[in-house]
């Protein structure tokens, strides 16, 4: 069938997947919720979206993306130390919680995993929680379409209920 759709860069892919790590733990999977993206367009992790050119509906496929094609290999500058003091009292540290921070010149917003606790400081990581992580992918294709012109321009997919911006 030559004019079967498949996938492409400028086609809306859906997508039903199940994520897992090295271990075999499973930490993300669509559950019904079908993930829809543009591709081509970097919305999904670069190792994923090559691995899905050319299929079409109703195919699955189990990729395993490397660190490097994910969300890229542990920084090890990426980390600081700052004063336990920095952090309200209130708030119960442990290694391993993700922090949801603020800049306090730029006022931007970034995360930030606590690494570690000592007596009097802290050590923040700003690496991406799956840095260095190897994805293992199944995944499966109930939908692909045209992009309309305007997800061309906006660069990613508009869902079913999504408003417009
Ligand atoms: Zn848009």
């Known amino acids: 069938m030559s004019d079967e759709l498949r996938v492409k860069d ?3 892919v859906s997508l039903e997947y199940v994520l897992r790590l090295d271990d075999g733990e499973i930490i993300d999977a669509s559950e019904g919720d079908v993930l829809e993206y543009l591709h081509g ?5 670069p190792g994923l979206e090559k691995a899905l050119v050319g299929l079409a509906v109703g195919d699955s496929k189990k990729v395993t993306v490397p660190a490097s094609e994910a969300y890229g290999e542990v ?13 309200p009292d209130d708030l119960e540290l442990e290694e391993g919680l993700e922090l949801s921070l603020r800049d306090v010149e730029t006022d931007e917003p970034f995360d930030a ?8 400081e802290v050590m923040l990581d700003f690496n991406h929680p799956l ?3 190897t994805l293992h992918f199944e995944v499966t294709i109930p939908a692909i379409r045209l992009a309309t012109e305007e997800e ?3 660069g990613h997919a508009h869902g079913a209920d999504d408003h417009h911006h």
């Open 152 to 154: 061309l321009a906006h």
């Open 113 to 120: 995993t606590i690494a570690e606790i000592r007596e009097t």
């Open 41 to 45: 367009y970097g919305q999904i992790i």
């Open 75 to 87: 920084d090890m500058e990426a980390f600081e130390i700052v004063p336990r003091s920095m952090f």
């Open 10 to 12: 400028g086609m809306v």
């Open 131 to 133: 840095a260095g992580e």
